[in-house]
């Protein structure tokens, strides 16, 4: 049993089984991504033209391209986390799994045509059941400890000085009925990797990055969580209007959605979305997210012809934006500025990275660049294993 294992056991009173240690992670798969939640209901248009059917930009993104208009879009960023079972633990006869993990958030800035590295995190995690703090009182504190104990561990003191490597927080996750553990615990990464996410929004905002010519596309969606744990007044979720602020110059682009979560009143529009042609988005309608707490602009996208892709819905983005005013205030996104937006994102969509993913054919470029930058950082799945 390594160092850092031996410490966790001792430390939390637990037996370790020092079991198999195995990574969670296999390459992204094209397709939609079904979702068994509830259904988004688009309440009402979004945009100040109502339209009833696609608006196609192609002559919109052409002319941009003509004048050789700089693109609204300078900075793009990426969230991305793998995680590894690393042992099982007991507590009260009760077998626990522990999940170590490595997020990295990223983000490249686009200068001359050039793009370049704005700012990189690595953040390296454990994470423990709530049943291994000895502390009733307070388990951060406890963990906290735990943790300090690790980063003092002879093998993690030499990496640090000469690598820099560490570890960077202890979570916990709780128990839950009919839930797989493993699956508890890989939520819990995903939400600090969101968290990361937020925070370096906010850290680009307060350096003032973000503006009307220099919009960030963040890859994937914008529907935060609700962060429930966060004690009063420290909040770092949409529900905040001072967070929200910082999206105003933010665009979420998801290359994997659920068509049939898509409705209004007279049913489903994942026909709508199906049937977009080349160029073409769909009317941008409100919704508000019970999930994050705010509301939302949404559209979707054709970026590329569905005749060369494996299903209809490839080469469709959803495109979201936050809406900043409180929901008793919300008026619609001028369609203009929809449409600039759109033709921007028509014209990054070109050079592809077919071949080397299978979701070529929804990916905006300069995020694919930034993807790989971003897994480009990993440690190997056998070294980050080694550290326990």
Known sequence: MGDVLKIIAEKTNGES?????YSHDARPRPGIEYDIGDKIVWKQIGETVKYTTPINLKKLADQIAA???PSIFKYFLDGS????????ISYDNKVYPIIGGQIGIGCCVRNNKCLKKEDYWRHLVIVLPEAASNDTWSSAGFFNEVLNDVNKSSKIETLTRKY????????HYCWEKNIKLEDKAIAVVQMKMLDLEKEMVASLVAKKKLNQNSYLIKDGSLEYKIVKSSPKNTKNDLTDAKIRNNYKYVVGVSKSFDPTKAQTKSGTNSNIIAKLKPFERTPAF?????????SF????LRLRDAKYTDNVFD???KVEMVVLAPDEEVEPKNSDEIDIISAHLLNERNPVCYGKDDRWANHIYPIYLTESFVKSKYLSADLFMELF
């Open 315 to 317: 080469g469709v983005v």
């Open 297 to 300: 602009i949404i559209w979707y």
């Open 67 to 69: 004048n050789n208009e």
């Open 286 to 294: 409100l919704y508000s997210s019970e999930i994050s707490g705010a």
């Open 17 to 21: 089984y020092q079991s198999k240690k």
């Open 81 to 88: 986390r793998r995680t590894y079972k690393v042992d099982d």
């Open 164 to 171: 820099g490597i560490q570890f960077d927080n202890i979570l």
